[in-house]
């Protein structure tokens, strides 16, 4: 099993950056699915499109600081790990 490069308390920091978003994209600007909103009326890739991710900007995932992350919609942050150049594959991101 890969080792868990994201603190214990990760769950909580990513909680407080999609906060501080207002649930948004900060990149598209997309109004993604906050915690207890009813999506039974959306597809499961509509679900997923409405996920809202953290993206770390130097991509190393110990470094938590407020300025090193950022609130991206799942298409957004796909964008970012295009190309093989992240330790993050785009399997992993949809577990974020």
Request: hydrophobic share 30%.
């Amino acid at each position: 099993m890969p080792n868990n490069r994201y603190p214990d308390n990760w769950s909580e920091i990513a909680t407080a950056i999609k906060e501080s978003a207002k649930w948004r994209c900060s990149k598209c600007g997309l109004q993604c699915i906050r915690p207890g909103e009813d999506t039974s009326h959306l597809s499961h890739s509509e679900r997923m499109a409405k996920t809202l991710t953290v993206h770390h900007y130097n991509r190393i995932p110990e470094d938590n600081r407020p300025e090193n992350l950022v609130a991206l919609c799942t298409g957004c942050h796909l964008a970012y790990h295009q190309g093989g150049l992240s330790n993050v594959s785009p399997g992993q991101l949809s577990l974020l």
